[in-house]
């Protein structure tokens, strides 16, 4: 699965991400590349709210956006959103990242995340797998 960050990086052309985002998603294009549905309305403001120009982009990286949301993502993500309110209650953490547990309790279904943010993943799930562009 493929997190926001990177496809922004795509989006955007940055300079300084945008060539090890590329070459990471060509690298893992034979798994079958998706986003989350969060990620898509991640995506709204980098595509001025057009949803078609969004999922033209998307088609044209070779990236789905049909996987829907199931049951056992919202399950997961009730658990995740309890465990990580425990700890931020502990740690004192300011960021409450409700998008990054849902998309962490969606990417658990597949073979875990591509992202140039795992430290924000490794303390909601620590058993995802996560991958990052190197660059």
Do not use: Y
Not at 59 to 71: D, N
Not at 126 to 133: A, G, M, N
Request: overall charge negative.
């Amino acid at each position: 699965m493929v997190d926001t960050s990177v496809v922004v990086d795509l989006v955007t052309g940055d300079p300084l991400f945008e060539p090890a985002s590329t070459a990471c998603l060509q690298a893992h294009l034979n798994d079958g590349l998706v986003i989350s549905p969060v990620t898509f309305v991640e995506l709204g403001p980098s595509f001025s709210g057009d949803d078609v120009a969004a999922e033209a982009f998307l088609k044209s990286s070779r990236i789905g956006t049909a996987e829907f949301w199931t049951p056992g993502d919202t399950l997961l993500a009730h658990r995740l959103w309890h465990q990580f309110q425990l700890r931020r209650r502990q740690l004192q953490v300011v960021k409450r990242p409700v998008a990054d547990v849902m998309i962490a309790a969606f990417a658990e279904r597949f073979q875990g995340i591509i992202t140039r943010n795992a430290s924000d993943f490794r303390h909601i799930l620590p058993t995802l797998q996560i991958v990052e562009p190197a660059g």
